[in-house]
């Protein structure tokens, strides 16, 4: 296998998160430092079903490493998620002579490229590309930290508003499974509160929460919801009910969505990526396929995906005790 491989095909996969074009471009840029053939798969899993492939070269990559989104656009493809929909994409795998494939993506896209690998021993090797930061096997997922920074610049926004009016604020942001978003910017943004999916504490602890706000002399607060919160209510419904069982606060509510998504990688986001798409290709190379390249204490590891995809990533205990803490 090690020396088998002589053209590798990129794809990205999934919701689309800023730091991906910095990881194609990495790619594409290795395998040209390599000495390989490179082809980019548009639209992800359902592109390649479609036979929607081009041909890149290092310059096929210029000035797109500061741009968010992905050049090569992204889906949600149901058909790969059965056997006829994998060997169709095989199959045009074969047709156009690749030999490995990398998958930049989450989850259900390392899903797919697992079902891949077994199906037709097809090597892949996976970058994690997501900004719910959910994925064992590393510490940070390419577009979270640049999701955490404009949560938080938004969240200094309406902090604005909140103090100048004396209100709540109920800001509701993106993790449907996981809460890191919502625990690292609220930490970043200093809110009163962080409700996420992991920890379910309760509407009387918001509420004690609120009242000793309150009562310790805060004119304003700054509550950030997961989406995937497990109060059973979402953010117009916990206004109400804040509403109704504390009438002194004035409630307001925002949901951030997809402006979470989008915008220009940091620099962070941008040399994770640069890093992972070179040890991406290296992998390839030296023979490692069913693999997803992380990062953990600044180092980059490799864990196999079926492990990367079992679970969730768990939130981070101390940094909870931090947030409770600030809340005093
Ligand atoms: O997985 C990334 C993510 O942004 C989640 O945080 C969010 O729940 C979901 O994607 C939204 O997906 P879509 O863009 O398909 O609505």
């Given at each position: 296998m090690a020396n088998s491989i002589s053209k590798i095909a990129v794809l990205t996969s999934g919701g689309d998160s800023p730091g991906m074009n910095a990881a194609i471009r990495s790619v594409v840029r290795s395998c040209a430092y390599m000495k390989l053939k490179c082809v980019a798969i548009y639209r992800g899993y359902q592109g390649m079903i479609d036979?929607?492939?081009?041909?890149?070269?290092?310059?096929?990559?210029?000035?797109?490493?500061?741009?968010?989104?992905?050049?090569?656009?992204?889906?949600?493809?149901?058909?790969?998620?059965?056997?006829?929909?994998?060997?169709?994409?095989?199959?045009?795998?074969?047709?156009?002579?690749?030999?490995?494939?990398?998958?930049?993506?989450?989850?259900?896209?390392?899903?797919?490229?697992?079902?891949?690998?077994?199906?037709?021993?097809?090597?892949?090797?996976?970058?994690?590309?997501?900004?719910?930061?959910?994925?064992?096997?590393?510490?940070?997922?390419?577009?979270?930290?640049?999701?955490?920074?404009?949560?938080?610049?938004?969240?200094?926004?309406?902090?604005?508003?909140?103090?100048?009016?004396?209100?709540?604020?109920?800001?509701?942001?993106?993790?449907?499974?996981?809460?890191?978003?919502?625990?690292?910017?609220?930490?970043?943004?200093?809110?009163e509160e962080i409700l996420i999916p992991e920890q379910n504490l309760g509407l009387d602890r918001l509420l004690d929460s609120l009242k000793r706000s309150k009562k310790s002399g805060k004119s304003s607060s700054i509550v950030i919801v997961a989406e995937g919160d497990k109060t059973g209510k979402n953010v117009f419904e916990l206004k109400e009910y804040v509403e109704e069982h504390l009438p002194i606060y004035d409630v307001r509510v925002s949901v951030l969505g997809h402006m979470q998504r989008g915008g220009n990688p940091t620099c962070f986001d941008r040399v994770l990526a640069s890093r992972m798409g070179v040890r991406a290709v290296e992998a390839l190379l030296e023979g490692k396929t069913n693999y997803m390249v992380g990062i953990r204490d600044h180092k980059l590891i490799l864990t196999p995906i079926s492990e990367a995809i079992k679970a969730h990533t768990a939130v981070d205990e101390e940094l909870i005790r931090v947030s409770d803490i600030m809340t005093t």
């Open positions: 036979g929607d492939f081009k041909e890149m070269n290092a310059r096929s990559v210029n000035n797109i490493i500061n741009k968010g989104g992905t050049i090569l656009k992204s889906a949600r493809c149901m058909e790969f998620r059965t056997p006829e929909g994998r060997k169709k994409g095989h199959d045009q795998l074969k047709k156009h002579n690749v030999d490995a494939l990398v998958v930049i993506g989450g989850n259900g896209s390392f899903a797919g490229a697992l079902k891949l690998n077994e199906e037709f021993n097809f090597p892949v090797m996976g970058i994690p590309g997501t900004i719910d930061n959910d994925i064992l096997g590393t510490s940070y997922t390419i577009g979270f930290d640049t999701a955490i920074n404009t949560v938080v610049e938004v969240i200094d926004k309406i902090r604005d508003t909140a103090s100048s009016h004396n209100r709540l604020f109920f800001i509701e942001v993106m993790g449907r499974d996981v809460g890191h978003i919502a625990l690292n910017a609220g930490v970043g943004a200093g809110a």
